[in-house]
Each structure stands twice: as structure tokens, then as C-alpha cells.
């Protein structure tokens, strides 16, 4: 029998075992493969502790005056002006905001612009020689010639196999 943490469902049927959820056929079959196997067996036991666990715990107590704190807090709410809803939602967002991370990266962006443009704006004592490198390299390309270069470059890239 294959390993069951190797399956698909896999720990979703070593969870229903555990919960004694399977058939007596299917839970004797599974019964017959953690006798055999160590990984199974652990998955199993670790299943059984949680399982014990939850059945020891209790919930605890709700107070006695929790239905009616909650109904009064839900009332005040209710009854707060609709422009203090909305100036609470502004002033209070769900996700809390720090005022610093917006300026770091605006200074971040800000910096990686400058030097953009300092690396891209060309200076003007060079312009002479960028004509000058286009007159030299300025032969005819054979294009045949690049696309045999590229074909033997592709089979001697590992992983382009055919």
C-alpha cells in the first residue's frame, strides 16, 4: 500500500481516522498501514493528543451582563450622528497608518529619480564622439551569420535541450 501522506487526501483521511469518522473497512485498512509505517504512526499520534486536548477543554464563561453591554454599545453607535461615523472612519482606519513610511518612500523615489536623470542626461562634450562610434561600427551585419551564432548559443545553454 502507498504511504497515505504521500495521496492527495492524505491527512484528510488520517484526520477522519481520528475522529472515527471512516467505515470499520477503511479504518481497518489504515489500522493494518500505520502499524508499518513510522511516518503515518507520528501523524497519528500528534492527531490523537489534539483530539484529547480539545475534548479537556472548556470554553470560558461569558459574563452575565454581556447581551446587554453589547446591545447598548450597538444602540450608542447607532444613534452617534452620521458625520461622527464618518470623521471616527477617517480619523481611526482600520489598518493603522505611520505618518513616516509615506515621507521614506517619496525620499526613496525621489532619489531614484535624481539619479536616473543623471545617468541618462548625456553631457554635451560627448556628443561628437557618439557620431564618431557610429561611424565606426557601421558595416553591414550579416544576418545569417547572427542567426547561426544565436542557434549554436541556445544549444550550448543548459536546460534548451529538444
Known amino acids: 500500500m502507498e504511504c497515505i501522506t504521500r495521496t492527495k487526501d492524505g491527512a484528510e483521511v488520517l484526520v477522519e481516522y481520528c475522529s ?29 493528543e489534539l483530539w484529547q486536548a ?35 472612519r477617517l480619523l481611526q482606519p482600520a489598518i493603522p497608518v ?8 517619496l525620499a526613496a523615489v525621489c532619489a531614484v529619480l535624481t539619479v536616473g536623470l543623471m545617468v541618462r542626461t548625456p553631457d554635451p562634450s560627448e556628443q561628437g564622439s557618439q557620431t564618431y562610434i557610429h561611424e565606426i561600427h557601421s558595416e553591414p551585419v550579416d544576418i545569417e551569420q547572427v542567426a547561426n551564432a544565436l542557434d549554436d548559443l541556445e544549444m550550448l545553454t543548459p536546460g534548451s535541450a529538444m
Open 20 to 48: 472515527g469518522a471512516l467505515n470499520a473497512a477503511r479504518a481497518a485498512e489504515i489500522e493494518k498501514h500505520i502499524a508499518a509505517c513510522g511516518a503515518c504512526r507520528t501523524i497519528v499520534e500528534a492527531q490523537r
Open 54 to 88: 480539545l475534548d479537556g477543554w472548556t470554553a470560558p464563561a461569558v459574563s452575565e451582563d454581556f447581551d446587554a453591554r453589547l446591545y447598548a454599545r450597538i444602540a450608542r453607535e447607532e444613534s452617534a450622528p452620521s458625520w461622527k461615523q464618518w470623521a471616527r
Open 98 to 105: 505611520a505618518i513616516w513610511k509615506p515621507a521614506v518612500s
